[in-house]
């Protein structure tokens, strides 16, 4: 259960395609835009959420009390039972550049917590009501990842999980592009083609915040007793055991989009490969940077392709690629343990 | 507590200084500063280098008196890296690891030997490569040795380097812990061919990656690697108590395991026997041509670390082991004032130095007043002080202190901008933070302190060959003493000196012997003088017959403030026999001063009036700005100007030199010919054309002659202008004399003399020899023995073996002798220069 949740939130395994399928559909697709006046926006995107409680198990076996987005059926909480959120963040919304998205979130977070303001750094939300906002509308303007966020409480409901991910997708192929599928691009630009991509939210948590997120002080006594992450999370989940978490297609192109809804900078090892950094917060890098150790600031958003094309070299651990927190949050809760297999925290494994 | 009291009132007054003859450690092979590679097992095939890795437990020290138990990687024992055997002699624990250099292409090895109490391992991320594991048991990220080197016992892991870069190897094992306590280490590829376009004869190992723009000075090559520690958490795992990685909390901050000031020692250094790896990063000002000096940069610690250099940006040019380039795949560079580098991550840097201020460390050193000696506390050549907050300048040192800097160079600091990492246990300056410093253009350099005559006599003017008929004036005068001064007590006592030539003919100049200063009351212009003892501070002393004696310039305060930047007189104390002020300075005009950051030319000095004297001045020459001065020193300085053109290195123009002659009025120089420097090189200047314009000869004493840009300082030289007259009856003729270097740095190599000289008849052939301080005898230089005959200039260079340098009591003196058997015939043997090159330690 637990692997299979894991796994359905690491990856967005995509089909191989055939090109020459693809391309075909790209005509298709060029002549129905043609004919519908050149519009390539489809139907807009109109996602309900419903912010709730919940409790997430971790590997040492707590219980910890957290917040998250869960999808709800219609523009308020009905149907879903308060404590319905099995971890913190919520569900990966998908846009396509043009198309207008309207988010609605209501809430059934406990008696004391403000309601949910909704915000997404690097674009402008139009609120459906300014006084008291449920809705927030924008175009998705340009490709890229994402972070949504609830405000709300002074940054304390992000910390609790009220978090998740926005994708971008471009809408034509861009010039030099190889595959006709313009949603096997992050960016309107070739460089961003991939086969596969992982969406990795980042996070952290201080269960005695959770317990009483409200009321918690950040800085009470010294840095032990403050604010003191002891859970390090990727979607949600502290590292458990070493299977591959993310796979792709042999030979093809891993997009990693790298989300930090977390609080401290975080950087991320990535050990035997290099990936290639394309974008920083939804923006096209100028130069061509290379690297395995990257640090994404809390708030901030990087998307890497790793190529598995000529062959690379194989780890010798029999699992994959480690990628793991290296600032060394690679430990579950206080005092600091690790899984029976050595790992814990920040940490997974990309398929060789 | 008062250990860390010095330490920081030296660094807040000073920032920096020298690190002077420290004794090295164990690793006699290392250079005193700049990256140092492991030695690979011996045997190892030529492209497949081993490495033989053990963990194992040591402590590390910090600078407050610490010592934090660590855990590291470290070289199997003795330098043939044998392996370990039972009962055989253990590792010598190191933190950080040894760095690991190899080349492209290489197959490269290394095992690992466990003797911790837990599993460990090593991964190396960025090698990309398949890594080949064998041995030991499986483990998370890699296989691992287990603990305390029980079987199945070692492992060993193969890669082959596919790409040029900066790496880090580390645990894989345990890491919040393994990491913390210190398994760290670097691994350097380097490019094995010269990148297309690399320059002609440069070698693979000059470039960084395989792009040509990525050479670099090998001379210049360093490695910073950065970590923190918390000792809260290496005390727990010391004693066996719980680990808990939440409570991860810094106190110390480290560059190649060491915290500032240790990171400043030398490579090897004995005072951190298991620190070996020194962070000084030493380069010099840019020169046209020269490639820049190369800073490998690590971070395995666990938070991000803004590295801001002084002085001058950094460059970066790559990133975890791959270049950074543009889209059109040109190398990307990019200036930081400050650059983070993430945790587990390696950033290349080029580096140089462009002097906007013209700074030199004789004429234009930085213009920080120097604070009271008494106010400070010294401590031989250890002390923290160095007569400058910001170097550069030479002045009169305290008693116990033979040398403040190496060579007039100056220091930057180079350090984590998150300031709170900049001390050691909160304590600052500290933690991680290094110098940069810039040793002055072509190196260091100097000139005798002393000359002494022991066949012949001293023939003032004299010389009809090159132009020079007359000496120049000394600047300062320096002679020695004719009788030793046997106690350090007494406050007014007699000397007697082997000449006053070149020394003020009236009273009441400060002179230095050995590191006192001294007042000249009585006896001026005579052989004996009548000295009022320990000035400016200084301590009394017993001086040895035949110890240096140097006129310190003239020094003095001002009485009134300047208040006005149009003002052209200036009020100082005209002094008295026991204070400073004018009479410190010389009888005639013009010369040059120094107040502030201010040059000024002194053209007219009044009679006292009321104790006080009126010098009429120039105001901001040498291109400075006029300021407003409160009640500062002023401070007397040889000849200066600028060039108002451009001068080719070599062909049409290169020997006419247009110097400023307006606010820069050229008559502090003294008649021609004399000598200056203009950046690296020295010019003789035969005649003045005119007051502004000079014909020249280039590149003179065994410098290369370069182009120089307007508005480069134009220095003159104090050199002195040797003739001796030999013997002048008996048979065969001998004019022989001894000339004194001192303050060279403990440590120093490549010493090499150049001579330039000739004699006044035809017949004699000199010969030039240093004093071996091993041997006790003089001996010829190398790699051929100097000698030179002739009626006009030779201009050898040799070099001088280290036993040319003293120690202990002679610490920093070279001696070298000029000899010139002669015919029956009398003649001056003439020495234009004598100039001794050296890299300081």
New interface residues.
């Given amino acids: 259960m637990n692997r299979l949740m894991r796994r359905r939130h690491l990856v967005m395994r995509a089909r191989t395609n055939k090109k020459t399928a693809a391309a075909g559909f790209a005509i298709l697709v060029a002549l129905l835009a043609a004919l519908l006046g050149g519009s390539a926006s489809a139907a807009d995107v109109n996602v309900d959420l419903c912010a709730t409680t919940g409790n997430t198990t971790m590997p040492d076996g707590a219980s910890v009390p957290i917040w998250g987005f869960v999808s709800a059926n219609a523009a308020d909480c009905t149907g879903v039972a308060a404590g319905t959120a099995t971890i913190p963040g919520g569900p990966v919304i998908t846009a396509n550049e043009g198309q207008t998205v309207t988010i609605t979130v209501s809430s059934s977070l406990p008696a004391g917590a403000a309601a949910p303001r909704l915000e997404i750094p690097g674009i402008v939300l139009t609120p459906n009501d300014p006084t008291t906002p449920t809705a927030w509308s924008f175009t998705a303007g340009a490709a890229g990842s994402y972070l949504y966020q609830s405000s709300a409480d002074s940054g304390r409901q992000e910390a609790m999980g009220l978090y998740g991910a926005l994708i971008v997708r471009p809408t034509v192929v861009p010039a030099g592009g190889t595959d006709a599928d313009p949603t096997h691009y992050a960016y309107d630009n070739a460089v961003s083609q991939f086969t596969d991509q992982a969406t990795l939210v980042l996070s952290a948590i201080d269960p005695v915040f959770n317990a009483d997120p409200l009321n918690f002080k950040y800085t009470s006594g010294d840095y032990t007793t403050g604010f003191r992450a002891v859970y390090w999370l990727i979607n949600g989940h502290a590292y458990t055991n070493g299977d591959p978490a993310i796979t792709h297609t042999a030979g093809g192109r891993l997009l990693v989009r790298f989300l930090n809804a977390g609080y401290d900078n975080t950087s991320m090892s990535l050990v035997g490969i290099h990936d290639r950094v394309i974008a920083r917060d939804a923006h096209l890098l100028g130069t061509n940077l290379f690297a395995d150790n990257e640090t994404i600031p809390a708030g901030g958003r990087e998307d890497a392709i790793i190529d598995f094309s000529g062959s690379p070299g194989v780890p010798p651990n029999g699992k994959g690629y480690p990628l793991f927190n290296r600032e060394l949050h690679v430990t579950n809760g206080a005092p600091s343990q690790v899984t029976a297999d050595g790992g814990g925290g920040m940490m997974t494994f990309i398929a060789p | 507590m008062s250990h860390m009291t010095r330490r920081r009132l030296g660094l807040l007054v000073a920032a920096v200084s020298a690190m002077l003859a420290i004794p090295s450690g164990a690793a006699a092979s290392m250079t005193p500063s700049g990256l140092q590679c492991a030695p690979v097992v011996a045997g190892s095939g030529a492209n497949a280098p081993t490495f033989h890795l053990v963990t194992g437990t040591g402590y590390t020290t910090t600078p407050d008196g610490n010592s934090v138990f660590m855990w590291s990687y470290s070289l199997e024992p003795s330098e043939a890296n044998q392996p370990l055997v039972a009962g055989g002699p253990l590792p010598t624990f190191q933190t950080p690891g040894p760095n690991l250099c190899v080349k492209v292409g290489d197959s490269v090895t290394v095992t690992l030997h466990n003797r911790l109490p837990e599993p460990s391992s090593i991964?190396?991320?960025?090698?990309?490569?398949?890594?080949?594991?064998t041995g030991g048991n499986?483990?998370?990220?890699?296989?691992e040795a287990p603990a305390n080197g029980a079987a199945p016992g070692d492992v060993t892991?193969t890669?082959t380097a596919t790409q040029p870069g900066t790496y880090i190897y580390e645990s894989?094992?345990?890491?919040?812990k393994q990491?913390?306590m210190g398994l760290y280490g670097a691994i350097i590829v380097r490019p094995n061919a010269v990148p297309a376009g690399g320059a002609a004869g440069t070698v693979a190992s000059q470039y960084a990656y395989n792009d040509s723009n990525t050479v670099f000075n090998p001379k210049q090559e360093y490695i910073l690697l950065l970590a923190e520690i918390d000792p809260d958490l290496h005390h727990a795992v010391a004693i066996g108590s719980?680990?808990?990685?939440?409570?991860l909390?810094n106190h110390y901050y480290t560059v190649n395991g060491r915290s500032f000031p240790d990171t400043i020692q030398k490579n090897g250094s004995g005072l951190l026997p298991n620190q070996p790896y020194g962070a000084l990063i030493k380069i010099q000002p840019t020169v046209a041509g020269q490639a820049p000096a190369l800073i490998r940069m690590l971070n395995v610690g666990?938070?991000?670390h803004p590295f801001h250099p002084h002085g001058n940006h950094t460059v970066l040019i790559a990133?975890?082991?791959?270049l950074?380039?543009?889209?059109a795949?040109n190398i990307?560079k990019t200036e930081h004032f400050a650059e983070?580098i993430?945790?587990?991550?390696?950033q290349d840097y080029t580096i140089r130095w462009d002097s906007a201020d013209s700074f030199d460390p004789v004429v234009d050193p930085f213009p920080v007043l120097q604070p009271s000696y008494v106010n400070l506390t010294f401590k031989d050549s250890n002390t923290w002080y160095a007569g400058s907050p910001y170097l550069g300048y030479r002045g009169t040192l305290p008693v116990g202190t033979t040398s403040q800097n190496m060579c007039g160079e100056w220091y930057f600091p180079l350090h984590s901008h998150a300031l709170n990492e900049f001390s050691n246990f909160d304590e600052g300056f500290g933690g991680m933070g290094t110098l940069l410093r810039v040793d002055p253009a072509g190196g260091c350099f100097g000139t005798p302190t002393a000359t002494k005559i022991t066949t012949g006599s001293l023939a003032p003017g004299g010389g009809t060959l090159a132009s020079l008929t007359t000496a120049p004036t000394p600047f300062m005068g320096s002679t020695t003493l004719d009788g030793a001064v046997n106690t350090a007590a007494g406050n007014t006592i007699q000397i007697k000196v082997t000449t006053p030539v070149g020394f003020p003919n009236g009273n009441s100049f400060n002179i230095r012997i050995d590191n006192e200063v001294l007042r000249v009351i009585a006896g001026a212009g005579t052989s004996t003088w009548t000295v009022s003892r320990h000035q400016q501070g200084t301590v009394g002393g017993v001086h040895a017959n035949g110890a240096i004696i140097s006129q310190v310039p003239g020094r003095t305060t001002l009485s009134l403030p300047i208040l006005s930047t149009t003002t052209t007189t200036l009020v100082v104390p005209t002094g008295t026999a026991n204070t400073n002020g004018a009479i410190r300075f010389p009888a005639s005009v013009p010369f040059d001063i120094r107040v502030d950051n201010e040059r000024m030319r002194v053209i007219a000095r009044a009679p006292t009036i009321l104790g006080q004297t009126l010098f009429t001045v120039i105001r901001g020459t040498a291109g400075t700005t006029p300021a407003l001065h409160g009640f500062v020193n002023v401070t007397q300085l040889p000849g200066s100007s600028r060039l108002t053109a451009n001068v080719p290195a070599s062909g049409a123009g290169s020997t006419t030199l247009l110097i400023s002659g307006t606010s820069d009025a050229q008559m502090t120089f003294p008649a021609a010919p004399f000598i200056v420097r203009i950046g690296s090189e020295l010019i003789r200047v035969n005649t003045k054309t005119t007051a502004t314009q000079w014909a020249v000869t280039r590149g003179v004493n065994g410098t290369t002659a370069t182009a120089h840009s307007a508005l480069d300082i134009v220095n003159e030289v104090i050199t002195d202008y040797y003739v001796v007259r030999s013997t002048t009856t008996g048979g065969a003729r001998t004019a022989e004399w001894t000339a004194t270097f001192s303050g060279v740095p403990a440590g120093s190599s490549a010493l090499s003399l150049t001579y330039v000289g000739h004699n006044s008849i035809a017949g004699p052939t000199t010969t030039v020899t240093f004093w071996n301080w091993t041997t006790h005898a003089w001996q010829d230089l190398t790699p051929t023995p100097l000698t030179a005959t002739g009626t006009s200039d030779s201009t050898v260079t040799r070099g001088i073996p280290v036993t040319g340098l003293g120690t202990g009591s002679n610490k920093g003196l070279v001696l070298i002798r000029i000899r010139t058997p002669g015919t029956t015939t009398t003649f001056n043997n003439f020495v234009d220069s004598l100039t001794l090159n050296y890299t300081a330690p």
């Avoid at chain 2, 499986?138 to 296989?143: K, S, V």
């Fill in positions: 991964i190396f991320p960025g090698q990309d490569s398949t890594i080949t594991a499986a483990g998370l990220l890699t296989r892991y890669f894989g094992s345990n890491m919040s990491l913390e719980p680990y808990d990685a939440t409570r909390h666990t938070i991000p990133q975890d082991g791959r950074i380039t543009d889209p795949g990307a983070t993430g945790t587990g991550q390696t």
